[in-house]
């Protein structure tokens, strides 16, 4: 895992050369990132306000479905059309619990460079200086589940600390504790770092377009390793755009429409500013398991 | 026994220093009798959130009702963070709990099943548990080497409160796939629920319908509220109404607008 | 990928060494699996009675598969004691970890939390807890004087094996109130289910239904096995077959009618 | 409860003396006797195949409502009509552990005299000389459930020995030992005992009629205490008798319909053999929790 390296894309944007699409959007970018990064897993849990993981586990198992690879599942928390639970909200834990779950999503007010979450708060506990809502899942789910996907829009110093003040969820655990899963990489709007458990750190393996690791430098608050083969973080291919406009955000406008609408409108006027830097609530660290 | 009651018996069976579980926000929240429990004013509750909190528990901050909680999180959704709950935190006015939701199943179901703890995975090296001086660590005793492993209490709320789609006449209740409802239930010494409808027929009378009840043994009232999760919604029934629960996250950043909002409330629940 | 297989795929599914999960005879026996299962003829099955065995433990008892079995009890109801499982006793053939309902389900529940052990009340001072060498007695840490309560291992079988009502082709099984089958797998690695129809609606299509249903998640095949309890009943189908229980009860006595009566009952199920 | 007496039947066979009824035959006693044992419950449990403690149960809930008294619940284990659980068959032990069930019964295969219970098997263990079907639920019921009864028809000295030979349940526990419940009363086929669990021994407090106490000494293999009231056990009374007879007959045909109708046919031959004293199979010491 310590030597992990972004997964590119099966295909190249050649070979879906016949069908004519629009450059990627840079949230397209980050939907058809996840997907790599979930490449092989067979269950996936997304939190009822994660409109992008969704997108991307949508993506990953039409590919899949594509493919003839086996089937992927996908449970969205809160959807009744992607809910195959039955036995309340615990089940996703018990899920998780019993390893059935291979990947997951959390967001974090903070999060620092040994893959600490904070979704807790500001300051001094407990009286906060920013209150956010709470640890909700994290402090079970970032232990039990293998591929955990730490993805936060908004990359500042504000958000990737160098100490988080409260630890809802640690990035790693020494020796001896019972521990099946844990960080895998953390994706922002400016790149895609992978997670060392070993060493407790990230480590850079991409910056999307038109990122310079100066940029990223400044906008980091924690040390991080640099890949050698630091690079462009891969555009989606033709085939991944055309399924992503295509089936994909039909399926995704069932369970989150308002997010699909803005999705199309982005589509229809393409080059509008960059949807990615929009500041973030600093109350609502989502995508947070809202379960 | 006829469990029929109205939505003020519920309120007033509510005591002063009463742990009181609540659902989180998608699973049948009671939010018809947040206003009348406001005005009963039970002092010092204990909040134990199933295993969140959003807009009701938020009204009886806000209302100073609460004296602890325990919860994995309290935030009012898409409409943001809790303004009544952030405001306590950060005045220190209420006793925080800060769980993980896993932990207040593992709490409920250990109540459930009549045992004093549950162990649980995860957890240790988080300031969750840290600041959890009433759960312990254990070496577990399974293991042949060190293995650390975090004990949950039982959790064994005094009353559990709840809204469902339906209910029948002797009491049984209908939940469907929301079994934390159940476990909160079982773990809980009284329960009472408000429902959409009550139908005539025992609802165990039908063996597809019996598989989503919380039978009557459980329940102790049982009151109509049609619509009485709004603004929450309720499955299968209708959806949230986000733009209520957004106008009550403006209305109640200071302390005097929700007051006001409380008071307006309180004025159109009067008049309807 | 299509869930549904035959009677004879979810036999061979079963290899020997497994840790087999059975439901009580009330609850839903894939009764149909067991012949196919005698035949393949795993060796050194350790079964788990969820929380009793009856015909179907015997028979595989009788047929020399089993090794150790964990249960409350094995019996054959109105038709008395099990004959293949009290003889097996007596001549110490098979390693018995007798248990009490709640503690196998404890262990299941354990499993499903994905948490090492349970605590459990109850127990201490009696001869099942001395004769569990895989349990353990702790000092209740949350007590302030001394309180020593059981803890039960997680029991996490490979294999559970059911029969329900219905299942869809999504691999959906409907349950109903029979929950102690949805501990039982999703404590078990993997699940089979031998139902009496297969319906072409999802089950998750209807709420009402939904509650009922035990996802397709955990359940690796599904075959269609019409009266696939009898003996025994299952709840909203079909009564149990007394006299044939009583009818094996005396067959099996001795172990040469045990294998008389596994020959025409093989003989039976090869014409029909 | 050291001083618990048997309570006497609150009405007189003189109040019913309106209805003409025929005497009582030893089955309606046991009934009778069982219900007035259980006065003051609210939930009684009875195992599946235990249909004297149920018609108890019918005949009290049957007077409690006659009176205006608080509800008595009934839940029959494996019934349809009586079933008030919809969560699988753990629901009961759950429900005992959080204190809902206020008795329940148990057999045994032995029964010694400080109230332990064996439902095992005789001789060593694990290769018992005779083995019976388990423990079923007894090793924590009869810690959790306040009025346990133990109810064994056979009076003999094969089930009522000195020390069982295997606890599935022990009669009573140390100090400091978590215990709500345990055995009320002892009912067999000659007489009643209450429990003395501060001695943690029986104390006889009524014989059938016929039964005496030399009778009952050479049948029971432990030492008993002896009631200085120690009387005949109170019959039936007239309007007992009438509801046991009527309403509780028909309710019952419904869960155990052969039961019923071996009840009728033993009402219309009045005054066959005692059949309170068939022998009772070895191997099925029922009524055991069927669970």
Not at chain 1, 137 to 161: D, K, M, N, Q
Not at chain 2, 46 to 69: H, S
Not at chain 2, 167 to 195: C, H, K, P, Q
Request: hydrophobic fraction near 45%.
């Amino acid at each position: 895992m310590s030597t992990a390296r972004l997964p590119e894309g099966a295909d190249t944007a050649a070979e879906g050369a016949g069908t004519p699409v629009s450059a990627a959007a840079p949230r397209e970018l980050l939907i058809v990132t996840i997907a790599r990064l979930l490449k092989g897993v067979r269950h996936v849990a997304v939190g009822a306000s994660s409109p992008i993981p969704a997108a991307a586990a949508m993506l990953l198992r039409a590919r899949s479905e594509a493919e003839g690879a086996p089937p992927v599942r996908l449970s969205i928390l809160g959807s009744v059309q992607h809910n195959f639970f039955t036995n309340g909200s615990g089940e996703l834990f018990d899920c998780a619990g019993q390893g059935r779950i291979d990947a997951f999503f959390l967001g974090g007010g903070q999060i620092d460079g040994h893959g600490n979450v904070n979704l807790v708060g500001t300051g001094s506990y407990p009286e906060s200086s920013v209150r956010w809502p709470g640890s909700f899942g994290s402090a079970y789910l970032y232990f039990v589940v293998p591929r955990v996907i730490l993805f936060r829009e908004e990359h500042s110093r504000r958000v990737l600390v160098d100490r988080v003040d409260f630890v809802s969820a640690p990035g790693s655990s020494a020796k001896g504790i019972y521990r099946t899963g844990g960080p895998h990489a953390l994706l922002t709007s400016m790149g895609v770092f992978m997670f060392d458990p070993q060493r407790a750190c990230f480590r850079l393996v991409s910056m999307h377009p038109g990122r310079s690791l100066a940029d990223l430098r400044a906008a980091t608050g924690f040390d991080f390793d640099v890949d050698p083969a630091l690079g462009e973080t891969p555009p989606p291919s033709a085939s991944e755009l055309a399924l992503l406009r295509g089936c994909v955000l039909t399926e995704l406008a069932q369970t989150y429409p308002d997010f699909a609408a803005r999705f199309h409108t982005d589509l229809a006027r393409k080059g509008a500013a960059d949807p990615l830097d929009r500041p973030t609530r600093s109350t609502d660290p989502l995508p947070a398991p809202r379960t | 026994m006829n469990p029929i009651v109205s939505i003020d018996d519920i309120a007033r069976a509510i005591p002063s220093g009463c742990r009181l579980a609540l659902p989180a926000d998608y699973a049948g929240v009671a939010m018809a009798v947040t206003l009348p429990l406001i005005r009963c004013a039970p002092r010092d509750l204990c909040l134990v959130c199933v295993p969140t909190g959003g807009m009701q528990v938020d009204m009886l901050i806000g209302a100073g009702l609460v004296r602890t909680i325990e919860t994995s999180a309290v935030s009012l959704g898409e409409a943001g963070g809790a303004p009544c709950f952030n405001r306590a935190v950060s005045l220190g006015a209420i006793e925080l709990l800060d769980s993980t939701c896993p932990a207040v199943h593992a709490g409920l179901t250990a109540a459930q099943k009549g045992a004093p703890f549950a162990s649980m995975r995860g957890l240790i090296g988080t300031d969750v548990l840290k600041h959890r001086a009433d759960w312990r660590v254990i070496d577990n005793p399974f293991a042949e080497s060190p293995d650390p492993v975090v004990l949950v209490p039982a959790i064994r709320p005094d009353i559990a409160l709840l809204h469902a789609p339906m209910a029948d006449r002797e009491g049984n209740v209908w939940i469907g796939r929301r079994r934390e409802l159940a476990t909160m239930v079982y773990a809980s010494r009284r329960a009472f629920a408000t429902v959409e409808r009550i139908v005539e027929r025992s609802l165990l009378s039908d063996e597809t319908v019996a598989a989503g009840v919380l039978p009557a043994l459980y329940v102790e009232g049982i009151a109509l509220a049609p619509r009485g999760a709004l603004p929450y919604g309720l499955w299968g029934e209708y959806g949230t109404d986000t733009a209520e629960l957004i106008r009550y996250a403006r209305a109640a950043r200071t302390g005097q607008g929700f007051r006001a909002y409380l008071e307006t409330a309180a004025a159109e629940c009067a008049t309807s």
